[in-house]
């Protein structure tokens, strides 16, 4: 706990916490005691090197004490007091590391800083021995640009090398030796390098010895896993191989990666004085542990020079292929040596690696067979020339010993992996080392002084053979004679193998179950992950690496036993490894010299877990140079210190003392009396503690807490392992069980295993927690407490779950078969002392003690809490968070009761009902076999028996029963048609029933019941949960819900599955609905039926395709405005009635790709083409327009096509029949009857284009031949008359246009809520359009047309109603046109609708093959329909409006808008519809409009141009002179951009410009009143330029003015002219007429055809 916690209830004295503890040895050597001359700081972490040490303290800063060699000043080389670093004040470290003589340290920014010892380059500097001082190392990424400095978080160092572990977890090192794990030619290397071989890869912790590196990485996902190659990146081995045998092949995956280097022919010996000085004998007590490991050698391994030593020399390129070097090695002392030469046989190499490989499959169990150890006593000579016994002479004890406990392991499949493999050639193999130095090792006692110079003349080697690195991984090179190369045979082999054993392991009864989550769980993103896995690499002479064998490794390589041991922290002593796993074990490996590794089995060099006594939980480990420190649980949650390895004796003067170490590790029962431990730290031979006193009770609680989690762990691990991993791995389960049984299990067990994870996390942060500053604000269980609680809430649920199906009952046989009856391990797992207890409920116990483990989280907490203020944020927390577990572990007893209630149920339930009623999750919450609640008016003989679950109420009568859904029902205690006061109305969506309880308190206890567990089922919480976490309990739950319910009964909605809003029982509001044939309905609901707006989609299966329509229903069927997407490809988009087509609709035929294109848009009554409509037939190009009757053209109509036919009259049934008028694009025509589409039969008149006409009987195609019977006519050239006579008017057989559209102003009227043009209420007729207006807004609000600001601010804007009572005034005329106008801008709005439509309408009716120049009459005729019917519903919404034609008086000053232009004198304002309507209307169907007539207008048209043409030849004056203009109206002249201009001759384009420009303005315009307002502006910029020549007041004449205008109307090159004037003419205001400005569109219109009769002279 830090100092921030203010609000602990005393503040505690710094003394109390951080207190440094130092020690050597064990027993009455190791007292630990006080670091002398030390203040009271609070220390964080130490770290110890061989002969001096280091330790961080709170406030960042870093003491060293011990032996210096590396400072400058000789005063300040060794101090037993420590020294403060004084570099390094005020850099705030964070972190420190000690290598054997060099140390580091890390700041708060990720900054390292490194001094001491660098021959290696470990300091990271270059050319400098030794680094007196602490100095910065930069460490940047070289793949970034530009290079970024790396943030490193930690340091670890060995004896010539260090490792930093990076915020991005990536590896970077320095120093030399093979321990870098680099790819490089070039040591020492002095530049931090990243390891590649770990990128990618998370990468937790690092550690390092003296020789050898270790890294914790995170276990990848299996989605980040990349998919394998053919062969191994590192050894190039293929990983798939095939053996070959006599009568079948052997195929196996499990390649094993040795990743050797190649070992050096001979080691040079050291010189003599080196092995008087440094090689005293080992001792004669020597235990046999060590030749048992069949190791190289067995002498000390701290100086030693062994294969590991030469890995320089053993990385040779230069090598030839007999395997020596080009160059004669050179000892030390400059003697030469003679290397044998190497015999290579790849058979046996081959063998060599298979064997690596199976040999690591031994460490795959956690505990090694009992009895396969078989001790070999040897005593070794004491004469300093000796050697250790040859390997070769204990190996076949040594090796049948591993061949007993590998049969043990892999039972029959030993076969396989040890076929044709001599043992003793391995050995052979490995340990014949003709050049072992003679030395056996030094004591460290006597040999610590001599360190450095063994150290540095090691270098010399090293460095004396530069760059000679070899990278052929794989190639395990091989010495010995070619007479050892023969194969044993099998038999030879296991003979010495008990039958007994491997028949034992060959009965594979149980198979091997995974219970561990996968990588990258939920509580991974929030919590330590203990999916990892143990990289090492370095020299592994001594075991250290744990691949199984004694080779080094230049890159790290997995050690693949650990791989499921969840291993949560990693330590390396100088020779030997430690891992620390969740489950509070500690495995070891490596050198074992002096029993550091805390067991005495054999091999070493496999990971094996260190022989504590049993029960202790270990939470802390630490190693030194020959010793080991574990932290572990004591009594009274007051940690124990246990110690395995050498014994430091003060006492050198004999040296011929034989050194004691433990056997086993030892209790330090003197580190009890140092106070609550929370770290150690080991180095050399030195041991370091860091404890704190209890404050408060507080640090005690936060022990308590640790241990009682760790404890814990222990316990669901073993009952995972001893238990459930058993029980899933028996073969014959899912037939016991079957296969529901079998997966409820299979679930249960998964949740046991998830919890069991998360304790396993939560066990380590904790300790964690106790080695970092204890700040109780950064518990997990506190920042995370929800994680806690759903875990054991799933487990609990999935428990229940096989409780009620009876899973226990079921289980109980295998499960006794499986112990074989004697059900010891399951009492003692679940803590049951009667051993009459059935195997059945000892599992149901079992399985739900980890469940009372949330009171012990809640009494924990507590403690906690009351170690601080009652108002700190601490105590809240920590007792909102105890109170949460309490409630939870309520919630779960009492989930546990349900579940046994609901099981006892069962077994009394009839046995047909019980099968399709009894689920896992369902819960009995109460039932009536009491005859406590029964149906009203039941027959006296029936039986109702009603059982309310937690998710249905089941009402059960003979032989048959009914399932309503809670969610779906609702009850009712007081209703209508009560009759009996205790009786209860029943209300599901197909059914209503009445229940009569026995009493007024059955009738509450039922109502209640069925309430709270509808709520409950409705909410997901159950009661006493949401009280216990804060909730609040309803009465009754809500009348309105959302639910899931499949129908059975309604034929509508047989086996259909809604999902959506209820209402008393009733789908009512969203919701979804499907069916089984794959219907399916999504949308509104009223009542139970669709209802609003919604979406249906419906298969077809012919077509494989769906029906889709989209758009509005009423009472559940299609009604209102919608789209159908048919299956066919058919779109319709209109109005439905009744789910017909009915009302306005446009109806496409397939695509323009397809077939048989078409597009129909009209009227439709009863799905059926009725009324007026347009139909454009893409194929044939034919457009008809007019009347329909049971979807066959029938009435008047106009068919038009692209070849420029025209054709008006009668059809029927569908065809041309009747009278009616053909013409052809050359104007020929013929009127008369017809009998079919475009055949004449019977009496007409033909004429001729050019007027000559026949009159007679016709019969024939039109364009295929015609037969004639009549007279042909000639007119006279003077018989005016009768030309007149001839000519024919068009439009009188087509459809009057009051009749078109109907339907679409009924739809405007009816949204409106008239049943009729002008029939309905004002007012309603308003609330109606703001309905409308909301109702879309609130559908479209996704829409992006619809989010626009602008569009918002029209919506906002047209919700309040304009307020026009009383007379009209030109303000509230104003008023009403600009609600009009934003009206009409949204089809939200009636009226913004009924305009879009029409616009739709006009443009599919003449665009296409409707623009034809004969429709032109007709499309203006429909226009001036629109104005008047629109006018008609604008007048209905404002009834002040008076009809058009009206006169408003001009009241006040305010000038008339300048947009309409048709005052009819200053005072007065005429009301028209075309004045109101046409700014609005005319603009949106301009375009097809405008081509009509220019159609229609084309040949007068090209006239005109071409006349225009010519006369803008001209210049000015000339053409001025030409149309006769008087001269004194001839500009002399004029300004062009401010500049005065003369007019010449030759001048052109310049006369009257501004009049020009102005009348070209004519073109952008819409309406014939804009239109008229440029004509008028024109007029008066040519009187503004006379006025400017004459100087002088001027009237105007016809006869002056004509002129000028023409000239104007020439050089404004107007090219449509004539459509121009012929539009205004057609659409102008008819109160304008008269006026000025209708006398000045009458000069322009002179002038157009003025202009066409010119004649050019």
């Not at 590391?97 to 660098?118: I, Q, R």
């Not at 190039?236 to 052997?250: A, F, G, P, Y």
């Not at 000519?1287 to 009816?1310: H, Q, Y």
């Not at 023409?1606 to 090219?1615: G, K």
Request: hydrophobic fraction near 35%; aromatic fraction near 8%.
């Amino acid at each position: 706990m830090a100092g921030q916690d203010t609000s602990l209830k005393e503040q505690e004295n710094p003394q109390e916490r951080g207190i440094l503890h130092v020690w050597t040895g064990y027993g009455s050597s190791g007292i630990p005691e006080l670091l002398p001359g030390f203040g009271s700081k609070v220390v964080l972490q130490a770290a110890l090197g061989i002969e001096h040490g280091l330790f961080l303290t709170e406030d960042g800063e870093v003491y060293s004490f011990g032996s210096f060699p590396w400072r400058l000043d000789c005063d300040t080389r060794e101090s037993a007091v420590p020294i403060l670093e004084k570099t390094l004040v005020g850099l705030h470290m964070v972190s420190v590391a000690a290598g054997s003589y060099h140390s580091g340290a890390v700041t708060k920014d990720g900054a390292v800083y490194m001094w001491g010892e660098n021959s290696s380059c470990q300091c990271a500097i270059e050319s400098q021995r030794q680094v007196p001082t602490p100095t910065l190392v930069t460490i940047s990424d070289p793949e970034t640009s530009p290079p970024e400095l790396t943030q490193i978080v930690q340091l670890a160092c060995g004896e010539h090398h260090t490792l930093a572990l990076s915020l991005r977890r990536e590896v970077w090192a320095w120093g030399s030796g093979c321990q870098l794990g680099l790819v490089t030619a070039a040591f020492p290397v002095a530049k931090p390098q990243k390891l590649e071989h770990l990128a990618g890869r998370v990468v937790v912790q690092i550690a390092c010895g003296a020789h050898h590196s270790l890294a914790l990485v995170q276990r990848p996902s299996p989605h980040e896993k990349k998919q394998n190659s053919e062969k191994c990146h590192h050894c190039h081995q293929l990983l798939l191989t095939m053996t070959d045998k006599e009568d079948h092949v052997i195929i196996s995956d499990s390649h094993y990666c040795p990743l050797g280097v190649v070992l050096s022919e001979s080691d040079p010996k050291p010189s003599q004085p080196d092995l008087e000085n440094h090689s005293p004998s080992l001792p004669s007590n020597h235990t046999a542990e060590s030749h048992t490991t069949g190791l190289p050698q067995t002498e000390q391994p701290e100086h030693a020079p062994s294969v590991a030593d030469q890995v320089e020399l053993a990385q040779n390129p230069g090598r030839t292929e007999g395997g020596s070097t080009s160059n004669s090695l050179l000892e030390p002392n400059g003697a030469p040596s003679n290397p044998k030469p190497r015999s290579s046989q790849y058979p046996d190499e081959k063998a060599v690696k298979e064997y690596l490989r199976k040999l690591s499959d031994i460490s795959q169990q956690d505990d090694p067979v009992k009895g396969t150890h078989l001790p070999c006593p040897q005593t070794l000579p004491s004469s300093d020339d000796a050697r250790p016994a040859s390997p070769t002479s204990a190996a076949p004890s040594t090796f049948n010993n591993l061949m007993v406990s590998c049969a043990s392991v892999v039972g029959e499949r030993v076969a396989a992996t040890y076929e044709a493999l001599s043992l003793r050639k391995v050995v052979n193999y490995y340990y014949q080392s003709p050049s072992l130095p003679e030395s056996s090792g030094s004591s460290t006692a006597s040999g610590g002084t001599q360190h450095k110079e063994t150290r540095e003349e090691r270098m010399k080697i090293e460095e004396s053979m530069p760059d000679k690195k070899s990278f052929s991984l794989g190639d395990i090179r091989e010495q010995g004679s070619e007479g050892m190369c023969r194969r044993l045979s099998l038999p030879g082999l296991l003979s010495q193998v008990s039958p007994r054993l491997l028949r034992k392991a060959g009965h594979a009864r149980i198979k091997r179950v995974s219970l561990t989550p996968t990588p990258g769980t939920d509580t991974d993103t929030n919590l330590p992950s203990l999916q990892t896995e143990l990289w090492s690499w370095g020299r592994g002479k001594e075991g250290q690496l744990g691949h199984g064998d004694v080779l080094p490794r230049l890159q790290p390589l997995c050690i693949k036993s650990l791989n499921n041991k969840e291993v949560v922290q990693i330590v390396a002593g100088a020779y030997h490894s430690l891992a620390l796993t969740a489950r509070s074990q500690v495995y070891s490996w490596g050198s074992n010299t002096f029993g550091q590794l805390g067991h005495a089995e054999s091999p070493t060099v496999i990971p094996r877990l260190a022989k504590l006594p049993e029960g202790t939980c270990v939470w802390d480990v630490a190693a030194g140079q020959g010793h080991t420190l574990f932290l572990t649980d004591g009594e009274f949650f007051q940690p124990n210190v246990y110690y395995s390895g050498q014994q430091v004796v003060h006492d050198t003067r004999n040296t011929d003392h034989s050194p004691t170490y433990t056997k086993q590790p030892v209790l330090l029962s003197s580190c009890s009396k140092l106070g609550y431990i929370n770290s150690l730290f080991a180095g050399g031979q030195r041991c370091l503690a860091l404890a704190d006193r209890n404050i408060m009770g507080y640090i005690a609680s936060l022990h308590e807490l640790a241990s009682s989690e760790r404890k814990f762990h222990c316990k669901l691990n073993d009952m995972k392992n001893q238990i459930l991993r058993p029980l899933l791995g028996l073969d014959n389960l899912t037939s016991a069980l079957g296969s529901t049984l079998s997966q409820l299990l299979q679930d249960a067990a998964s949740k046991f295993s998830k919890l069991c994870y998360l304790i396993g996390q939560h066990s380590f942060t904790l300790n964690k927690f106790l080695h970092s500053s204890k700040d109780v604000k950064t518990l997990v269980m506190l920042e995370h407490s929800k994680v806690f609680l759903d875990t054991f809430k799933e487990y609990s649920s999935s428990v229940g779950n096989f409780v009620v199906v009876g899973g226990f009952q079921a289980l109980a046989k295998p499960t006794v078969e499986l112990f074989s009856k004697n059900l010891q391990t399951l009492q003692r797992l679940s803590e049951v002392t009667d051993e009459n207890v059935a195997a059945a409920d000892l599992l149901h116990i079992l399985f739900y003690i980890p469940i009372r483990h949330l009171h012990e989280y809640a009494r924990m907490l507590l403690k906690l809490a009351t170690c601080f203020e009652v108002a700190s944020k601490e105590y809240h927390k920590l007792q909102e968070v105890s109170c949460q577990c309490e409630a939870l572990g309520l919630h779960l007893k009492k989930k546990q009761k349900e579940a046994e209630y609901t099981y006892s149920f069962w077994k009394t339930f009839p046995g047909k009902m019980t099968d399709s009623l009894r689920k896992p999750e369902r819960r009995l919450i109460c039932e009536s076999s009491n005859r406590g609640l029964t149906l009203q008016h039941a027959g006296r003989f029936s039986i109702n028996w009603f059982i309310l679950f937690n998710d249905a109420l089941v009402h059960a009568q003979f032989s048959t029963h009914h399932i309503f859904p809670l969610t779906t029902l609702w009850i009712e205690s007081q209703f209508e048609e009560i009759s009996n006061p205790n009786a209860l109305k029943i209300t599901s969506p197909e059914e209503q029933f009445i229940l009569t309880a026995a009493s007024p308190q059955e009738k509450t206890k039922w109502l209640r019941a069925i309430n709270q567990a509808v709520d409950q089922a409705l909410s997901g919480v159950s009661d006493n949960m949401a009280l216990g976490l804060g909730g609040v309990m309803r009465v009754e739950p809500p009348i309105s819900r959302t639910a899931s319910y499949t129908f059975y009964k309604d034929p509508r909605l047989k086996e259909a599955t809604y999902e959506g809003r209820w209402l008393a029982g009733k789908p009512h509001g969203k919701g979804v609905l499907r069916w089984p044939d794959g219907r399916s309905y999504s949308g509104d609901f009223k009542n139970g039926l669709e209802d609003g707006y919604g979406e249906l989609i419906v298969p077809c299966k012919a077509l494989k395709k769906n029906d889709h329509y989209q758009g509005h229903w009423k009472e559940g069927k299609m009604h209102g405005h919608g789209i159908y997407k048919y299956a066919t490809g058919e779109v319709y988009e209109g109005s439905f009635q009744d789910n017909m087509r009915h009302g306005h609709g446009l109806l496409r035929s397939g695509k323009l790709t397809s077939s048989c294109p078409s597009m129909f848009i009209g009227q439709w009554a009863q799905d059926k083409k009725m009324g007026y409509g347009v139909f454009d037939d893409i194929t044939r190009g034919e457009k008809y327009m007019g009347m329909w009757l049971d979807d066959a053209r029938h009435g008047n109509g106009v068919v038009v096509t692209q070849f420029g036919l025209y054709y008006e009259g009668a059809f029927s049934n569908n065809k041309m029949a009747g009278n009616g008028i053909l013409l052809s694009e050359d104007d020929t025509s013929f009127e008369g009857e017809f009998s079919d589409d475009w055949i004449l039969n019977g009496k007409g008149v033909l004429t001729m284009a050019n007027g000559d006409y026949f009159e007679g009987t016709f019969s024939g195609e039109w364009g295929a031949g015609i037969k004639v019977a009549g007279m042909y006519f000639k007119p006279n050239l003077y018989d005016a008359d009768r030309e007149k006579a001839r000519v024919l008017k068009l439009g009188k057989l087509a459809v009057d246009p009051d009749e078109k559209w109907k339907a679409v102003f009924e739809e405007c009227w009816s949204q409106l809520g008239c049943e009729s043009a002008g029939q309905g209420d004002v007012f309603r007729a308003w609330e109606n359009i703001a309905v409308c207006l909301t109702t879309g807004k609130r559908q479209h609000k996704d829409s992006p047309d619809f989010r626009s600001r602008s569009h918002a601010q029209t919506l906002e804007s047209l919700e309040i109603i304009p307020q026009i009572v009383g007379p009209i005034t030109l303000d509230k005329y104003e008023a009403i046109r600009k609600y009009l106008i934003k009206a009409c801008d949204t089809p939200l709005h009636p009226l913004g609708n009924l305009l879009e439509t029409l616009v739709a309408v006009y443009r599919m009716t003449y665009v296409g093959v409707g623009a034809n120049r004969r429709l032109l009459q007709q499309a203006v005729n429909e226009i001036k329909s629109y104005l008047t019917r629109i006018f008609q519903l604008v007048r209905f919404l404002f009834p002040d409006l008076p009809d058009g034609g009206s006169l408003i008086p001009v009241k006040d000053k305010k000038p008339l808008g300048s947009e309409e232009g048709n005052s009819s004198d200053n005072g007065s304002q005429m009301i028209t519809s075309c004045s109101l309507l046409l700014p609005v209307l005319l603009p949106r169907l301009y375009p097809p409009l405008f081509t009509l007539y220019a159609l229609d207008n084309e040949r007068e048209e090209d006239i005109y141009w071409e006349c225009v043409l010519r006369l803008n030849k001209q210049p000015d004056l000339a053409l001025l002179g030409f149309l006769g203009v008087q001269q004194k109206f001839w500009p002399i002249t004029v300004f062009v951009l401010g500049e005065k201009i003369e007019i010449q001759s030759t001048t052109k384009d310049v006369c009257y410009a501004s009049a020009v420009e102005s009348l070209q303005q004519i073109s952008t315009t819409f309406t014939p009143a804009d239109k008229l307002k440029v004509i008028q502006q024109t007029f008066e910029e040519i009187t503004q330029e006379v006025l400017t020549m004459l100087q002088e007041d001027f009237l105007w004449s016809m006869d002056d003015l004509f002129p000028v205008f023409l000239y104007v109307v020439l050089r404004a090159r107007i090219r449509n002219l004539g459509s121009e004037v012929h539009l205004i003419e057609d659409l102008m205001d008819p109160s304008v007429q008269h006026g000025e400005q209708g006398i000045m569109f009458t000069t322009l219109k002179a002038c157009y055809y003025q202009i066409q009769h010119e004649k050019l002279t």
